[in-house]
């Protein structure tokens, strides 16, 4: 019952604005793929076209090898979870969940048969004959997601289904949700704005940014090896500094940037080329008092307090940087400290034009 | 500080409710009345009027007719009134703002203008039939009513359900009738008799448009005053009144009256 989602070259508009550019994504059968960005990126008219809510301009939508493209919405058997929920008012639990069954033309018994099954999977059996209105937020989303699965389709599509839950249920729903999509292996799409979310559940990440697919790849990649700045800054890269390469020796390379050099290893990086700019998190410099430190020059500005390290604001001749230090020696505004980064928690980014 | 009202308050409240109600009690009394002429207190208690009203061809025509077109206009609005106000709702943003004005025109055009204007262009115009040219004019009058009263329903109608229902393969036109109909029926139920009655009451449009042999019962009562002074017309309002509450207790003991105030 599980199968691939293939998108070509699937570009939308709004009248005369484009929303989507150029999308080819293709999520393995049985994966979980999220769609990651700000609001506006594109992730949830990604979503539409794919259900069919909206028609692509351009490009092609297949799924196992059907062709979804101007399919109706209610031919594509797609299992839809939305973040407001959007359970039928005037049903019970039971007739909600059953309710897809029921356009399948099965009969009451078998409907009803089948959605209690589903009802107790998900732990709401004994409110079945409930209105959705008594249902709490959690509740409501089990129930929600209990009427996508149970007419067992080949792609389950989840639209923010846990923005609207409070933070500790969200990270309980979650797990859920990815047990019940493992267990069942059906291939899933799932549009979210919160990084961990994404990260915590998907195989594949998607980011977006204004209509374009900035980088799509396994959780742990993006996290690490970011592909372009805009993922960088997204991931939490939040130092990105321009470097020359001033010397090569066989697989190091000597870069240098405001009075600062830096040996790195291509083993480590890949190729590097002779302009780059090396990304770090506030964690990834180190703040020194030794002034015979190999670092940038800074001075240190505000302090924050993050409960497992202190943040500093530092001016430096290469710019605004932020650097976390340790908790054993909270440092003073004004301080001269040199910012050492740490190669293992760097990563080197093409140039581009104009930041 | 106590929690009955305030004497005062009560006696204010008091005096709008006698302001109100004096008038339908007065008209009450004057129907009850025995005498030939509209009088009040009532001299002698009587139902003759009552009776009167019956006996008279006209009367008995009319309410008919009243009944006919109340009914079939608010029927013919609420078919072209339900689609309307969905797809304003629906497609809001797609759709061009004047296009909901457009449906609220009939009520914004001062009623006596409007009915010349349908008498000139299509009673006259066409030489239709004078129960057609009424049918037209009160399902135009009432379906302003329709589309704002469905369109407040729709309001609070999160869309999305709709959208649930078709993913999980139920067809667009059987969405509309098992999910979004069902989640709106109340807004349907007040739209139909806030058109029902407004149709029922209905003079400044049906006066142009009532012709030799066919009236409404509201133009009727103007013409029997005009010619005779005698307690039927009385008779005919507290039949009216009776007939509107019966309606609304029906309304409060199926549905309660609460949601008319939505």
Redesign the interface.
């Known amino acids: 019952m599980t199968q691939p989602l293939d998108l070509q070259a699937v570009s939308a508009h709004y009248g005369t604005t484009k929303v989507l550019e150029d999308l080819s994504l293709s999520v393995q059968a049985g994966e979980l793929v999220s769609l990651l960005g700000a609001s506006g990126c594109g992730k949830t008219t990604t979503l539409r076209l794919i259900a069919g809510f909206l028609t692509p301009t351009t490009g092609s939508i297949q799924l196992g090898g059907r062709d979804l493209t101007r399919l109706p919405t209610h031919k594509r058997d797609i299992g839809l979870v939305f973040q407001n929920y959007a359970l039928f008012p005037h049903l019970s639990v039971l007739d909600n969940v059953a309710f897809g069954l029921k356009q399948r033309g099965m009969t009451p018994a078998e409907r009803r048969k089948r959605a209690m099954a589903m009802l107790e999977r998900v732990g709401l059996a004994p409110l079945a004959d409930r209105a959705p209105g008594a249902l709490s937020g959690g509740q409501k989303q089990r129930v929600a997601l209990a009427r996508a699965l149970v007419i067992e389709p080949p792609l389950l599509m989840f639209d923010e289904p846990l923005s609207n839950l409070d933070a500790k249920l969200r990270v309980d729903m979650r797990v859920e949700i990815r047990q019940l999509q493992r267990s069942n292996g059906t291939t899933s799409v799932y549009v979210t704005h919160d990084q961990e979310e994404a990260f915590s559940i998907s195989d594949r990440v998607a980011i977006m940014n204004a209509g374009r697919l900035m980088q799509f790849d396994r959780p742990e990649v993006l996290y690490r090896r970011p592909a372009n700045t805009f993922v960088a800054r997204f991931v939490g890269f939040e130092n990105i500094l321009p470097f020359k390469v001033i010397a090569r020796d066989g697989d190091m390379v000597t870069a240098e940037t405001a009075g600062m050099t830096l040996r790195l290893s291509q083993a480590v990086y890949g190729a590097i080329p002779d302009t780059f700019l090396l990304a770090t998190r506030p964690d990834g410099l180190v703040v020194s008092t030794d002034p015979t430190a190999e670092g940038l020059p800074a001075q240190l500005g505000l302090r924050t307090y993050l409960g497992r390290a202190y943040q500093y604001q530092c001016e430096t001749a290469a710019g605004h940087l932020i650097a976390n230090g340790s908790l054993t020696t909270p440092l003073e505004a004004g301080t001269n400290v040199k910012l050492v980064p740490m190669p293992e928690q760097c990563t080197i980014l093409a140039s581009e034009g104009g930041r | 500080m106590s929690d009955r009202p305030h004497f005062l308050l009560i006696a204010v409240a008091a005096l709008v409710y006698l302001f109100l109600m004096l008038p339908l009690v007065i008209v009450v009394g004057a129907a009850l009345s025995d005498t030939t002429y509209l009088t009040f207190p009532p001299q002698g208690l009587s139902l003759r009027w009552f009776e009167n009203i019956f006996e008279i061809s006209a009367f008995r025509r009319t309410i008919i007719t009243s009944l006919q077109i109340a009914l079939l206009g608010t029927l013919i609005a609420l078919l072209i009134g339900i689609p309307a106000a969905y797809a304003l709702n629906r497609f809001r943003i797609e759709l061009p703002k004047w296009l909901g004005t457009l449906f609220v025109l009939p009520i914004l055009v001062p009623e006596i203008v409007f009915g010349f204007a349908l008498l000139k262009s299509f009673t006259v115009g066409t030489g239709a039939p004078i129960f057609l040219s009424l049918l037209i004019g009160h399902t135009l009058i009432v379906l302003p009513y329709v589309v704002r009263v469905i369109s407040a329903s729709l309001a609070s109608f999160?869309f999305?359900?709709e959208?649930?229902?078709?993913?999980?393969?139920?067809?667009?036109v059987k969405?509309f009738f098992t999910?979004v109909l069902?989640?709106v029926r109340a807004g349907v139920i007040a739209a139909f008799i806030l058109a029902f009655i407004t149709s029922l009451n209905d003079v400044s449009v049906s006066l142009f448009l009532t012709g030799p042999g066919i009236s409404t019962l509201p133009i009727q009562i103007l013409a029997h005053v005009e010619q005779f002074f005698d307690p039927t017309v009385a008779s005919v309002s507290v039949l009216l009144m009776f007939l509107t509450v019966a309606v609304m207790a029906v309304v409060e003991r199926t549905l309660g009256l609460t949601f008319l105030a939505k």
């Open positions: 999160d999305s359900i959208e649930a229902a078709i993913s999980l393969g139920s067809a667009p969405t999910i069902p989640n």
